[in-house]
């Protein structure tokens, strides 16, 4: 007798997502409780959380970090001694109907304030004196907005975590973020940066990734289901990146051998764990101080920041 | 003035070769004399070659092989104390016109005289009782002919060395085939696999690849420029396999980030160099004793075999 397909969990309602993977549906109630239970799993494997440990969550506004900040949310619930505030980056980017954060930071705050968790906004303008409008404008390095964007925002996170005190910072990064990355350092030859994504080094706060193994779809589907808000509309500098043709490309392979995704991070991790040993070499910046890459003399965003003023004389 | 461009090398005569990466253009001569000189820098960087080997050529008669043999036998004239000879394998694959390998001996046969090589033909029924076309016949395995005739093709040139005392066998595999390989394994997340390529056990006749960091389009350029006859029919039983779809992840991924082939076969190198200590572990084969996977306990030829001998005794 076949009839409606039932969810496999509670056997009772009807599935509203199918696992492509493990070909199991859920309905939305087990839905929620799977993601959940597969984020502490992952928390738990990597290590990611001790007890007193002071978290940092980067929230922008969008659909990762807003289900990051709620499963956090309930984890601390639950668990003792972890404390969590939430911060969102504002870079500065002008569009014709105002700040491109404005919405976002509504989402955020709203999802922070659900569980309580201390929220603060810090701007590129306060932190390194310029809108990332500036930059672009300016023209003030070669490469894509993206990467200027990413250099500072890095910098902007271990700074804001290191006025808040926080010993870990926790980002949205999801299994697709994660698989795109390794394939592009792969495809570069680059094991430096293979290796180093999970370096420690007591100059730069520990990043923890509690979303690394659930793919984007299901992070999406999660703040659907949970009822959130969040930043949908692309920033208006965005152009199409290496990051965009890795996500084709793994899309491409994973149709013929299944299960790319978890294999790459496996793969990564196994890499990590047999080469990041006595690897913590770090250099200063010249110019502010701050950590750089060893082949380095001035960090990257010294380097912006200085083409930038070449550019103010000039002009 | 504007004129008709020149070969970069010898300045006088026109072009027939543009490569791609270093923008450099060639006339047939000098293109010649380029394709052998990267072939011996890549022999001298791998230190492939030690005095008093004895190299046994694995001679299918196809593009790569009939250009490594010529380049080695011209590397012997040089050379003293290499001692070469050559093996062709015939699978025993039956076309509508008789022996898929014929023509493709003959042209093996003709290189080899050339350079005085030795030159000897070894089959599949007389190495392992049966024809390549008994087992696709007979269907007594999963997966593509391609991988059982690759076990069965590796097996015999292991043999065949051993028979022939052998103190290295040298393959024609090109730069596309070890990026395309390294790729394949990347993806499926495969450590053991991407580091055992250059494993050496005294089970296994070592092997060497002196075309590796040549693009298959030099090794053809290569083949024609000098005059040779070889196969171009392709295998009666071959079918797309997942190496088909890595050549067009590559080349597709070569569009966007240059130099991808090197910047994988480097990070290979890096990877077999730091992690390839203290593992030449190897099983045997309870059936015929010979080597087989650490994690298997008959090896992939006698698996076939005896799937076989079964499926004889079913009909």
């Known amino acids: ?182 394939l592009m350092n792969v495809l570069r030859g680059d094991l430096e940066r293979i290796i180093r994504s999970n370096n420690e080094n007591p100059e730069f706060i520990p990043r923890i990734k509690p979303l690394k193994r659930l793919f984007e779809r299901e992070i999406a589907m999660y703040a659907y289901l949970r009822g959130y808000n969040f930043q949908t509309n692309e920033c208006p500098f965005s152009q199409e990146t290496v990051r965009d043709k890795m996500r084709v490309l793994l899309e491409q392979s994973n149709t013929f051998i299944s299960g790319v995704y978890d294999a790459l991070l496996n793969l990564q991790d196994e890499l990590i764990q047999q080469l990041n040993k006595d690897r913590s070499t770090i250099n200063h910046c010249r110019s502010c101080g701050g950590p750089t890459s060893p082949k380095r003399e001035i960090c990257k965003a010294c380097e912006y920041k200085q083409a930038l003023e070449v550019l103010g004389t000039l002009n």
């Open 1 to 182: 007798m076949s009839g409606t397909p039932l969810c496999c969990s509670c056997m009772s309602k009807a599935p509203v997502y199918l696992d492509t993977s493990s070909k199991l549906s859920y309905c939305d109630k087990c839905f929620l409780e799977h993601v959940y239970k597969k984020t502490v799993k992952t928390i738990k494997h990597y290590q990611m959380l001790q007890p007193n440990d002071k978290i940092m969550l980067a929230l922008s506004g969008g659909k990762d970090s807003i289900t990051l900040t709620d499963i956090m949310g309930r984890i601390s619930k639950r668990m003792n001694g972890i404390q969590l505030f939430a911060v969102t980056i504002d870079e500065g980017v002008e569009t014709e109907k105002g700040s491109y954060r404005t919405e976002a930071i509504s989402f955020a705050r709203s999802v922070a304030e659900k569980y309580s968790i201390p929220y603060k906004v810090y701007s590129y303008k306060q932190l390194f004196g310029e809108n990332l409008s500036r930059y672009v404008d300016a023209k003030a390095y070669s490469g894509s907005a993206c990467s200027v964007c990413g250099v500072f925002r890095r910098r902007a996170l271990n700074l804001a975590a290191k006025e808040l005190g926080a010993t870990k910072i926790a980002t949205g990064h999801n299994k697709d973020d994660e698989a795109q990355t390794f």
